[in-house]
């Protein structure tokens, strides 16, 4: 008899962020539509992951399936060198106007992680073309996330991001605390004497400023005061340093302005955008610069190339489906969407700060987190979800949601049900 499929995916198949010796368990998914995923048992569960931010607009929404359909049947894919095609125009044209004004030049890029890379390759080859190859450093805030690819992990948080193994293998890059001030503190004057400590010694030899603008997100699902941000592009401008914002997590609406950058007012010299792109349709992601970053790149060595051009770079049938899901965001019911939701998880996951066994609640846009005083059994957590018919998948000690913006009222609540009973279950062990 051969092994059944869950045994074989077992065996087999590595999945994020699990051993294969005894990696967590599996579910099967059949299909999705909405906010919903169909196990193969038929049992149907609420989603509160969007598939990792990126399913804001529902599985199986008409407008992008129809989309996917016709690009399909003018072709998929065809290579990006001496090519160009009407859907990277498109997503480009609309990447363009959505984004602040000065961020007018597009590298479309396959994952947020090389997104990453291709930001920090603009930054380095900003100096090397201005023949300042000593500026080739990188500062960052501490709790941060910024992908699984090299370059990307030496600017995760140098402890408790996944990638403290690698140690040997990173160079190491300049980090600053993280931010203590959330957006609900009010600001202190003396709350920026470090970071400016760390441009006065070492603007000489810095390329860039990297970070998640005011949510950070897989380090830790942290909310910080939005004037450290406008701090840094101030001392980024004073000290000649260029600031690389990703919001491969945040843009697209998530936190209530279309891109955090906005809570603070700041336009960054490189900006990362994935997740969403695609309505959490396929994988892709973009870096998006200024006109000045791009030819004074142009002018540099090596001809002026940005030296990066993978093979799948601007994949006709994800950029189709990027541009279709700019199009339903830039008519704007996200900011509804958002800001009900907001309101709904203030109103029914604040008030668990209450219990025992959680050390913090916190709402921020359409992001909910209770961070627990202890680990989370993954396994047995995620079990009991299902069986409440919801989707959540905790990491460390936090419970999260993220729910696409089409999550209903009565699906919203299922969520938010769902994580009180796990409070009130850890709460009552305790007691
Ligand atoms: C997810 C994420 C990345 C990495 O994107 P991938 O598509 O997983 O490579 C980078 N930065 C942030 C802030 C993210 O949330």
Redesign the pocket.
């Known amino acids: 008899m051969s092994k059944s499929d869950i045994e074989f995916d077992r065996q087999h198949i590595w999945h994020p962020y699990t051993s294969m010796l005894n990696p967590l368990p599996a579910y099967k998914v059949e299909s999705a539509k909405g906010c919903r995923l169909t196990l193969d048992t038929g049992h149907e569960v609420v989603d509160g992951m969007s598939s990792?931010?990126a399913v804001i607009h529902g599985y199986r929404n008409p407008r992008l399936d129809a989309v996917a359909h016709r690009q399909i049947d003018k072709m998929s894919h065809v290579m990006f060198g001496g090519i160009t095609h009407q859907p990277a125009i498109d997503l480009a044209r609309r990447l363009i106007e959505l984004t602040p004004e000065p961020l007018q030049r597009v590298f479309i890029a396959d994952?947020?992680?090389?997104?990453?890379e291709v930001a920090i390759k603009m930054a380095l080859q900003f100096w090397l073309a201005q023949e300042r190859p000593e500026k080739h450093r990188l500062l960052t805030i501490k709790g941060?996330?910024?992908?699984?690819?090299f370059k990307?992990m030496s600017v995760c948080d140098p402890v408790n991001g996944m990638h403290h193994l690698f140690n040997r293998a990173i160079n190491s890059q300049l980090f600053a605390e993280a931010p203590r001030l959330t957006p609900d503190d009010d600001w202190a004057e003396t709350a920026g004497d470090e970071l400016r400590h760390w441009f006065e010694q070492h603007h000489h030899e810095l390329a860039a400023v990297i970070l998640?603008p005011v949510v950070q997100?897989?380090g830790g699902m942290r909310f910080y005061h939005p004037e450290y941000l406008r701090l840094i592009r101030q001392l980024c401008d004073d000290f000649d340093v260029l600031l690389i914002a990703?919001?491969?997590?945040?843009g697209f609406g998530r936190t209530g302005k279309l891109f955090a950058c906005e809570h603070a007012g700041i336009t960054p010299d490189v900006l990362?955008v994935?997740?969403a792109l695609t309505g959490g349709y396929m994988?892709l992601?973009a870096t998006l610069t200024t006109k000045q970053v791009a030819e004074t790149i142009g002018h540099g060595p090596g001809g002026g190339a940005l030296m990066h051009g993978p093979t799948f770079m601007g994949n006709p049938l994800a950029c189709a489906v990027a541009a279709e899901s700019l199009a339903i965001i830039a008519e704007g019911k996200w900011q509804q969407q958002v800001a009900e939701i907001e309101a709904q998880l203030k109103q029914q996951l604040l008030p668990l700060a209450e219990c025992d066994a959680v050390k913090d609640a916190r709402v921020f846009g359409a992001i909910g987190v209770l961070e627990m005083h202890h680990p989370i059994d993954v396994a047995i957590a995620q079990k009991r979800f299902v069986e409440l018919g919801v989707w959540i998948r905790p990491f460390g000690r936090l419970l999260y949601i993220m729910p696409p913006y089409v999550i209903s009222t009565n699906e919203l609540s299922r969520l938010t049900v769902a994580m009180k009973d796990y409070v009130e279950t850890q709460s009552s062990i305790k007691a």
């Open positions: 990792w931010w994952s947020g992680s090389v997104s990453v941060g996330y910024h992908g699984d690819t990307a998640e997100g897989a990703d919001e491969i997590a945040t990362c994935g997740k994988t992601a």
